[in-house]
């Protein structure tokens, strides 16, 4: 499952595991192959991990039913939604009782009740803030209830903005679409409370009393931006949204301190899945970059497609060249295998 060694690294150390779920440990209905064991080896071998979800869909309870049901090890005070951290912005800076429309779930109104706000579905006289979370039953009229109370002045907060959720068929609308509909609407543009914010993430550290975690999520613009805005180390996985040519773009927040083609890479060896920029290591794999494209070409010793990837990452960074060609056959193939130019 691991491109990376079989033993386990703590050449840098961490003291937890912030672990993404969407596109990081299943897909949909579809639970990724070798993450429950990959996870249950990470636990037995004694690290803490905290599930730190975008999806506002789902109570706590709920979401620790869904990873039960695919066979992971969970319990409630393990699991960060982002609903929960926009409950708490909200109740931050609303007076008690206030009145909050709630774009979303029954499971972000509760939310919104529980921190003694007052949760309301119509745009009535003194609504003082919008939520919104992922609801697959959200339509017109929901959106223009919040629509009216936008306009009138209410503050918007958004759970995410993830422009699409991973599922079993494949990426479908997220909630960051939605959001988009509203804001087309309104021409006012949400705070939000989920990843790429710090908030959640750094809820989660501070509930376990961490210094040091290593953020683990497939999204490149949430998980691994939302990992630098905290001042955190992650770990972009392959398994879900972002794509190798997406890595090679990705702008200098966006930037992981490892890649590993799924959560497996937390049995290895991280360092064995670190970003390296150091010609002297010996990857097996040869690369330049020009004026147009980056040029790969194999040694004898020839890596894996995820060494390669580790090699072109910081050419590709430090040049803003991302289109590849493979020089000999063997190059060729691995870039295709990443899904890049060959």
Known sequence: MSDCA??????????GL????????YRGAEV??????????VRERGDVVRFVTNNAARTAEDVVARLRNAGFAADTHEVYTSSYAAAQLLAQRLAPAAKVLVLGTDALAGMVGDVGLRPVRQAAHGVAAVVQGHDPDTGWRE???????VREGAWWLVCNTDATLPSERGELPGNGAMAAVLRTATGVHPTVAGKPQAASLLLAATSAGWQRPLVVGDRLETDIAGAHEAGMDSLLVLSGVSTPLGLLQAPEGQRPTYIGSDVGALSGSLSD?????NPAEDLGWHVVAGTSEVVVSSSSRAGTRLMLLRRLCPVAWSS???ATRGADETAR??????????
Do not use: F, H
């Not at 079989?6 to 003291?15: C, G, N, V």
């Not at 959106?143 to 109370?149: I, M, P, R, T």
């Open 32 to 41: 990724i192959d070798g993450a429950p064991a990959a996870v249950a080896r």
């Open 18 to 25: 912030l672990l993404d779920l969407d596109g990081t440990l």
């Open 143 to 149: 959106l223009a209830e919040a629509c009216v109370a």
């Open 273 to 277: 899945c670190e970003i390296v920029g």
């Open 333 to 342: 193939a691995t870039l295709t295998e990443l899904g890049l130019s060959a």
């Open 6 to 15: 079989a033993s386990y690294d703590r050449a840098r150390p961490y003291d």
């Open 320 to 322: 803003g060249v991302s």
